[in-house]
T-cell receptor, first 110, second 115 residues
Framework: QKEVEQNSGPLSVPEGAIASLNCTYS??????FFWYRQYSGKSPELIMF??SNGDKEDGRFTAQLNKASQYVSLLIRDSQPSDSATYLC??????????WGAGTKLIIKP | GAGVSQSPSNKVTEKGKDVELRCDPI?????LYWYRQSLGQGLEFLIY????????KSGLPSDRFSAERTGGSVSTLTIQRTQQEDSAVYLC?????????????FGEGSWLTVV
């Protein structure tokens, strides 16, 4: 069974600090990975996708992919209370199916 | 359209009634997905359409659930003889294709309450 695993949290981070969200996946054939943010009562919205080993930066967000270790992470610098949400990790496997993690709830404390 | 459009946004129905939920994907998007999300839970895959290929129905929880996509665009998810456990938000998403970099975009969801 192909799985994407995330710690459900909540992960509590003080305002201004770096929030680090992690995700592991079981299918070595997975080719690309996505991070979505979901506010309570809202639908998921895309933050970033990554498909190459290494880091990809977009503003305060950095996605990291390590295919050898089968993990993906999302770093949020200078965390703001508005970053408080559930973060969903998804991997697209070798059959192009999307496998979703259950999400990590992030709380940024002022 | 500019985004994925779903209707109705909210639906309250009596147990045992049938409901239809509609999704209009982003123009030109060939892939369309239906997910279900219960309160405080993760995304539950229901069904996936890609172009003219046979849909992947592997996530449909029972034969009370069905979906169709007409003309490769609009999709309708039908739930027959609704049960209280069907109460959830039903999310539709679409993507340009299914290759590695194609991201999916979600609609605002249809919130279903079965009383």
């Amino acid at each position: 069974q192909k799985e994407v695993e995330q710690n459900s949290g909540p992960l509590s981070v003080p305002e201004g600090a770096i929030a680090s969200l992690n995700c592991t996946y079981s299918d070595r054939g997975s080719q690309s990975f996505f991070w979505y943010r979901q506010y309570s009562g809202k639908s998921p919205e895309l933050i970033m996708f990554i498909y190459s080993n290494g880091d990809k930066e977009d503003g305060r967000f950095t996605a990291q992919l390590n295919k050898a270790s089968q993990y993906v992470s999302l770093l949020i610098r200078d965390s703001q209370p508005s970053d408080s949400a559930t973060y969903l990790c998804a991997g697209r496997d070798s059959n192009y199916q999307l496998i979703w993690g259950a999400g990590t709830k992030l709380i940024i404390k002022p | 359209g500019a985004g994925v459009s779903q209707s109705p946004s909210n639906k309250v129905t009596e147990k045992g009634k049938d409901v239809e939920l509609r999704c209009d994907p982003i123009s030109g998007h060939t892939a369309l997905y239906w997910y279900r999300q219960s309160l405080g839970q993760g995304l539950e895959f229901l069904i996936y359409f890609q172009g003219n290929s046979a849909p992947d129905k592997s996530g449909l929880p029972s034969d009370r659930f069905s979906a169709e996509r007409t003309g490769g665009s609009v999709s309708t998810l039908t739930i027959q003889r609704t049960q209280q456990e069907d109460s959830a938000v039903y999310l539709c998403a679409s993507s340009l294709g299914v290759t590695s970099g194609n991201t999916i975009y979600f609609g605002e969801g249809s919130w279903l309450t079965v009383v």
